[in-house]
């Protein structure tokens, strides 16, 4: 049995988002946050070496990272549902788009979140160098989804799931302003309107309301 084990309000949404789509037999653990430290409790470190999540397990096959785990999901169960083949005209803009989540967008923000967290002045240039990368980033993933209502195209993938974690939830650890980007937000209306996502974040963060604007 496929288990899923889930950080509240972490990366991990991604994978029992992935879940739902896929209707996938599984097993949802959820974990809550250490009151004080917010990091992981020591059940959920004890799973990986790394103690992040998010973490599946599978039988035997312990797995983390998220991208990581959304592919072996998808090659197992997907049956080439929520991807694009190499004979796809949108398969350069999906392997773009799925890699670019973790690859750029989410440490552009972790970025700004350490330096807002270490109270560097707004004024040094490593603050205004992140804060022009993050606007970049968004200003990247707005201009797609004005020509496009998905990032790989007109159908939600997999690039998808792995993106709304940054534009969403990561907000509670680093709160910015989606104003200024309107394709954005009628985005995460789109995929607020989807049932696998609500029945995702439903179970894994019931006390959560999902930031999708």
């Known amino acids: 049995m496929l288990t899923v084990h889930h950080l509240g309000k972490s990366q991990s949404e991604r994978i029992v988002w992935l879940c739902e789509e896929l209707a996938i037999p599984y097993e949802l653990k959820v974990y809550d946050r ?72 989410q440490p552009a923000l972790m970025r700004c979140m350490v330096l807002a967290r ?33 990032l790989a195209g007109n159908a939600l993938t997999a690039a998808d799931i792995v993106a709304v974690f940054s534009l969403t939830t990561m907000r509670l650890f680093y ?18 309107a989807r049932d696998a996502y609500r029945r995702a974040m439903k179970q894994g963060d019931p006390d959560m309301a999902p930031m999708l604007a």
Do not use: C, M
């Not at 004979?87 to 690859?103: K, R, S």
């Not at 040094?124 to 020509?147: E, H, M, N, Y």
């Not at 709160?175 to 607020?192: C, V």
């Open 34 to 105: 250490d009151p004080v430290t917010r990091l992981a409790p020591p059940a959920y470190k004890a799973l990986h070496p790394l103690g992040t999540a998010p973490i599946i397990t599978d039988g035997d096959t312990v797995l983390a990272e998220s991208t990581a785990i959304v592919e072996y999901l998808l090659a197992k169960f997907g049956n080439g549902r929520l991807t694009a083949a190499p004979v796809d005209a949108n398969f350069a803009d999906y392997l773009y788009w799925f890699h670019f989540a973790n690859g750029s967008l």
């Open 118 to 150: 270490a109270e560097v002045p707004a004024d040094k240039p490593v603050v205004q160098f992140a804060d022009a990368r993050r606007k970049q980033a968004l200003s990247l993933i707005d201009t797609r989804l004005g020509a496009n209502d998905y």
């Open 175 to 192: 709160p910015f302003d989606l104003s200024p980007y309107p394709n954005i937000l009628a985005y995460l209306q789109r995929i607020g």
